[in-house]
């Protein structure tokens, strides 16, 4: 949703940029972020063919939340990427285009949805357990390629010739890297002919430009892998860090992001003038899970000199874990803490932020749950205001 009326408002922006009287009115963009859990092309397929509406519950109760929230710019994590590209549009078209509960019906007239890492065989055994056709020996965990991929929906024009994606950048690449290949004392779970070719990015990581008014805002969107599902080596909580690590060193930019080259052959990072929201599933709380060298991966953008942190609560979370300090409880995003993020630069004018996690006594609290009812995770979304 944009507040008031968007169209009004850049009317009245073009007539005052032309010398009019009138002068342009702040209005805010909603940025969001939503892990909608194993958003599968098999949940997409449940439908009322006469109708064209999508009948999976899960699903349902998605659509439903975001019909509430109503984002402007909206990152789904875990949907299927298809070659066809079908997947991003049916959930549009079988979930969203209908009014759910009583919502108006949602739509984004752009779509940014582009090949990732999960599911994608590598042909080598990377998971050492003597076989290398498993979900673990993917470029990036998955059971066929494309599940758990990404999907920006945008409501403002995507600037496409100027996106860059970073897919297929090797981890090796990363000066002064976390990889464990037996180096700067690292264990030697990678042999050097198996490191030599691994990607870091486990689904990609996009700069995709949104053009707002006169003015361009870089969508820096990924899912870094959970630091989990590993052994003492680490493997999975090291390249969670340094994928975080690449959007800490991105947006520096200079001799810092010097070694970056994205899939296109275009190297270095973010100019310094650029604004930016970082935003997705970053499988990494501040507060908890596991450190590398005694500090949490998310540090590097939580402390970063160009990013501003809203830290989005909600009550749910706060009557939920009961378990944790009320400040953390009051941030988390999932069952396991503060794992969503939607952090814009320290340029943009922040008006509110939020976790969809109704309390109780709040409205469509039945939508959220431990039992996934529409996510193990919980959406985030921020407000930011533009002349």
Same mark, same amino acid.
């Given at each position: 949703?944009?507040?008031? $009326?968007?169209?009004?408002?850049?009317?009245?922006?073009?007539?005052?940029?032309? &010398?009019?009287?009138?002068?342009? !009115?702040?209005?805010?963009?909603?940025?969001?972020?939503?892990?909608?859990?194993?958003?599968?092309?098999?949940?997409?397929?449940?439908?009322?063919?006469?109708?064209?509406?999508?009948?999976?519950?899960?699903?349902?109760?998605?659509?439903?939340?975001?019909?509430?929230?109503?984002?402007?710019?909206?990152?789904? $994590?875990?949907?299927?990427?298809?070659?066809?590209?079908?997947?991003?549009?049916?959930?549009?078209?079988?979930?969203?285009?209908?009014? @759910?509960?009583?919502?108006?019906?949602?739509?984004?007239?752009?779509?940014?949805?582009?090949?990732?890492?999960?599911?994608?065989?590598?042909?080598?055994?990377?998971?050492? *357990?003597?076989?290398?056709? &498993?979900?673990?020996?993917?470029?990036?965990?998955?059971?066929?390629?494309? @599940?758990?991929?990404?999907?920006?929906?945008?409501?403002?024009?995507?600037?496409?010739?100027?996106?860059?994606?970073?897919? !297929?950048?090797?981890?090796?690449?990363?000066?002064?890297?976390?990889?464990?290949?037996?180096?700067?004392?690292?264990?030697?779970?990678?042999?050097?002919?198996?490191?030599?070719?691994?990607?870091?990015?486990?689904?990609?990581?996009?700069?995709?430009?949104?053009?707002?008014?006169?003015?361009?805002?870089?969508?820096?969107?990924?899912?870094?892998?959970?630091?989990?599902?590993?052994?003492?080596?680490?493997? $999975?909580g090291r390249r969670n860090h340094d994928e975080i690590r690449l959007w800490s060193d991105y947006i520096r930019g200079g001799d810092v992001a010097a070694y970056l080259i994205d899939d296109a052959g275009t190297r270095?990072?973010?100019?310094?003038?650029?604004?930016?929201?970082?935003?997705?599933?970053? $499988?990494?709380?501040?507060? !908890?899970?596991?450190?590398?060298?005694?500090?949490?991966?998310?540090?590097?953008?939580?402390?970063?000199?160009?990013?501003?942190?809203?830290?989005?609560?909600?009550?749910?979370?706060?009557?939920? !874990?009961?378990?944790?300090?009320?400040?953390?409880?009051?941030?988390?995003?999932?069952?396991?803490?503060?794992?969503?993020?939607?952090?814009?630069?320290? *340029?943009?004018?922040?008006?509110?932020?939020?976790?969809?996690?109704?309390?109780?006594?709040?409205?469509?609290?039945?939508?959220?749950?431990?039992?996934?009812?529409?996510?193990?995770?919980?959406?985030?979304?921020? *407000?930011?205001?533009?002349?």
């Amino acid at each position: 949703m944009i507040r008031a $009326n968007w169209l009004v408002s850049i009317g009245m922006l073009l007539l005052w940029a032309s &010398g009019g009287t009138h002068h342009a !009115k702040a209005e805010s963009l909603r940025f969001a972020t939503f892990n909608i859990w194993e958003l599968s092309r098999e949940k997409l397929d449940r439908f009322d063919p006469e109708s064209g509406r999508g009948t999976d519950p899960q699903l349902l109760a998605a659509a439903t939340i975001l019909q509430r929230v109503r984002p402007d710019v909206l990152l789904v $994590n875990e949907i299927d990427f298809d070659d066809a590209r079908e997947n991003a549009r049916l959930f549009a078209e079988r979930y969203l285009a209908f009014g @759910q509960q009583g919502e108006a019906p949602l739509s984004y007239p752009e779509v940014w949805f582009e090949p990732v890492n999960t599911g994608v065989p590598s042909g080598l055994d990377l998971n050492r *357990d003597g076989q290398s056709d &498993g979900p673990d020996d993917a470029w990036g965990y998955g059971r066929y390629p494309g @599940q758990y991929g990404m999907a920006l929906y945008s409501r403002v024009p995507i600037d496409r010739q100027a996106a860059r994606t970073f897919q !297929k950048f090797l981890w090796r690449d990363m000066p002064g890297h976390q990889m464990p290949d037996g180096t700067a004392g690292r264990a030697d779970w990678y042999p050097a002919g198996i490191a030599d070719q691994l990607r870091l990015s486990s689904k990609s990581h996009w700069d995709v430009p949104l053009r707002i008014g006169g003015r361009t805002v870089h969508v820096l969107a990924s899912h870094p892998t959970p630091p989990v599902f590993d052994g003492p080596e680490n493997r $999975n909580g090291r390249r969670n860090h340094d994928e975080i690590r690449l959007w800490s060193d991105y947006i520096r930019g200079g001799d810092v992001a010097a070694y970056l080259i994205d899939d296109a052959g275009t190297r270095g990072g973010l100019p310094a003038d650029q604004s930016f929201v970082v935003m997705g599933d970053l $499988n990494a709380d501040p507060d !908890k899970g596991e450190l590398l060298e005694g500090v949490a991966p998310i540090r590097q953008l939580l402390d970063h000199p160009r990013i501003q942190d809203p830290r989005p609560t909600s009550r749910g979370g706060l009557a939920a !874990k009961r378990d944790i300090p009320r400040e953390q409880a009051a941030a988390a995003t999932s069952n396991w803490g503060r794992l969503d993020y939607v952090l814009p630069s320290r *340029d943009l004018q922040v008006v509110a932020s939020g976790v969809f996690w109704p309390a109780a006594d709040e409205p469509l609290a039945d939508l959220v749950g431990l039992d996934r009812r529409s996510s193990d995770h919980r959406l985030v979304w921020v *407000d930011i205001a533009f002349e």
